[in-house]
Every structure is written in structure tokens, then in C-alpha cells.
């Protein structure tokens, strides 16, 4: 398994309204595109205003598929607009991890 781990960090203060915005516009549609959500969370001890999500695939060309297929959504670029004119993001982070042999995901 392939898990993508996207890190978001927001300007400070601002977390929840990324997180309505998320939930309301972009969340829909990745549910539905990319499948298999592991897991969303926000920081709490050590760098601050971050927003991790975790995604699960069986391959990068499964990703690269699924993903292509959510950003041909017409749905997608009126999230992407939304999130601009939100202006909250200062960074953005995405690493891709291979599970072990032994990992229970």
C-alpha cells in the first residue's frame, strides 16, 4: 500500500475556517475520487496550524489515476477558487509512504 501523507500549514487562527471550507467543498469530492481516507487530523503539540491527511492506494499509478479523475470534476476548480480567496494556506506538503512488510495498514 501506497499512503499519502498531505500536510497543510495555515496561518495562525485560521484552521477551522479551512477546515468548514474543506469539509463542505473539497472533502465530497476526494471521498468519492481518491476512495480510501485513513485518517484527518490537526496539530496539537509542536508545529501549530497544521491540517495532515492521510490517503490510502494500492499503487502511485492508482493515485495518479483517481487524482486525475477528481481535478476533471468541474466541482474540483470551485473548491480550488474558494481555498484562494480564503488565503489561509502558507504551505503545503505531500509525501508519499510505503507501507512494510509487517505495517497493519
Same mark, same amino acid.
Not at 477551522?16 to 476526494?30: G, K, N, R, S
Not at 491527511?53 to 495518479?64: I, V
Given at each position: 500500500?501506497?499512503?499519502?501523507? =498531505?500536510?497543510?500549514?495555515?496561518?495562525?487562527? #485560521?484552521?477551522? +475556517?479551512?477546515?468548514?471550507?474543506?469539509?463542505? @467543498?473539497?472533502?465530497?469530492?476526494?471521498?468519492?475520487?481518491?476512495?480510501?481516507?485513513?485518517?484527518?487530523?490537526?496539530?496539537?503539540?509542536? /508545529?501549530?496550524?497544521? &491540517?495532515?491527511?492521510?490517503?490510502?492506494?494500492?499503487?502511485?499509478?492508482? #493515485?495518479? #489515476? =483517481? =487524482?486525475?479523475?477528481?481535478?476533471? +470534476?468541474? @466541482?474540483? /476548480?470551485?473548491?480550488?477558487? @474558494?481555498?484562494?480567496?480564503? +488565503?489561509? &494556506?502558507?504551505?503545503?506538503?505531500?509525501?508519499?509512504? #510505503?507501507?512494510?512488510?509487517?505495517?497493519?495498514?
Amino acid at each position: 500500500m501506497i499512503v499519502e501523507q =498531505r500536510t497543510y500549514t495555515l496561518k495562525p487562527l #485560521r484552521t477551522q +475556517d479551512f477546515l468548514a471550507l474543506y469539509e463542505q @467543498a473539497a472533502l465530497p469530492l476526494q471521498k468519492k475520487y481518491l476512495g480510501h481516507l485513513l485518517g484527518f487530523f490537526t496539530s496539537e503539540i509542536g /508545529p501549530l496550524n497544521q &491540517v495532515v491527511h492521510l490517503w490510502g492506494f494500492e499503487s502511485l499509478a492508482e #493515485r495518479e #489515476r =483517481r =487524482r486525475r479523475e477528481m481535478e476533471q +470534476d468541474p @466541482a474540483w /476548480p470551485l473548491y480550488l477558487k @474558494a481555498l484562494r480567496e480564503l +488565503d489561509v &494556506v502558507l504551505t503545503q506538503e505531500t509525501k508519499m509512504l #510505503r507501507s512494510t512488510a509487517f505495517s497493519p495498514v
